[in-house]
């Protein structure tokens, strides 16, 4: 189970589990209306594709991964190359045909991710190659398709509505601006193996030190900003939250050493953890 968990990347399982359970509280909450079938159909098809465009990536990466990331399954030899293939493939299988069992939203959603999940790792495109398309495939999937499409394909089962309500507007614009953030410090613990294999990072291009600050300004704009704009809108507890979620950046950072490579990746998971928070105050507090 621990050798599957690193093969779907742990942190991303969790951060697609979050999201697809704080948007169906979200719609339960304003339709009044709740389904655990539907909620559990749409968790098994979304992390299906989050198994697949995870593992993809891994089998284009091998090498790549053997200086980056050699505790991950196929760098490892804990998998063989077939075992990697198979696991893609029959997760590729399941995450479309449950979505072909929903709404037209959830369809739309998985099929769209599973594209750009593709065209980020396969050749000729490749996009992770690029810091701009590797960013945009990050924001479009997990900044805009997974929030807005998610909450339209649980409301419209719910009670048939498409309307988008202010909460769920700007649960998106803060994942987006996070997505950001996320697509910028993912290379931040892999600048050997990207430097060895000709990826074109914005670590690489401009040097962590400037990556992280950039990073860390802007997330510090996000919550302050979405704070209060949370309180603007007549959520205080968001508000709150987003405060305690600016004080968490703040530790995270203090702690940071960019010359210790063991540090660099305990940061970043600690940018994931903020992510889940987020995700968390949302569904509890939205």
């Known amino acids: 189970m621990l050798t599957f968990l690193r093969f779907a990347r742990a942190h991303t399982i969790i951060g697609t589990s979050l999201s697809i359970i704080c ?90 991710s599973l594209l750009i999940g593709t065209a980020y790792s396969l050749p000729p495109l490749r996009l992770k190659r690029f810091p701009f398309w590797a960013a945009f495939c990050i924001l479009a999937v997990r900044g805009l398709l997974v929030n807005l499409l998610l909450y339209l394909h649980f409301q419209f089962a719910f009670n048939g509505g498409t309307a988008i309500p202010t909460v769920v507007w ?46 860390a300004w802007l997330l510090s704009l996000v ?30 950072g203090s702690r940071l050493d960019l010359q210790n490579q063991q540090s660099i990746a305990r940061y970043y998971q600690s940018i994931w953890i903020l992510f889940f928070l987020e995700y968390s105050i949302f569904a509890l507090l939205g």
């Open 23 to 112: 948007l169906y509280v979200l719609a339960a909450r304003l339709t009044g209306e709740y389904d655990i079938w539907l909620l559990l159909l749409t968790l098994l098809s979304c992390l299906a594709a989050n198994v697949y465009i995870t593992g993809l990536n891994q089998l284009t990466d091998v090498e790549i991964d053997k200086i980056n990331k050699p505790y991950l399954p196929l760098a490892s030899g804990a998998y063989s190359i077939r075992t990697g293939r198979n696991i893609v493939i029959v997760s590729l299988i399941i995450s479309i045909i449950v979505a072909l069992l929903s709404t037209r939203f959830l369809i739309t959603t998985v099929l769209l």
């Open 170 to 215: 700007l649960l998106t614009a803060i994942i987006f601006a996070f997505s950001i953030i996320i697509a910028w410090y993912k290379d931040l613990p892999d600048t050997a193996g990207d430097a060895a294999y000709d990826i074109d990072t914005l670590s690489l291009r401009i040097g962590r030190q400037s990556v992280w600050r950039m990073g």
């Open 223 to 252: 919550f302050i900003i979405g704070g209060g704009l949370a309180y603007y809108y007549g959520y205080s507890a968001l508000a709150v939250g987003q405060l305690a979620l600016l004080l968490g950046l703040a530790l995270a």
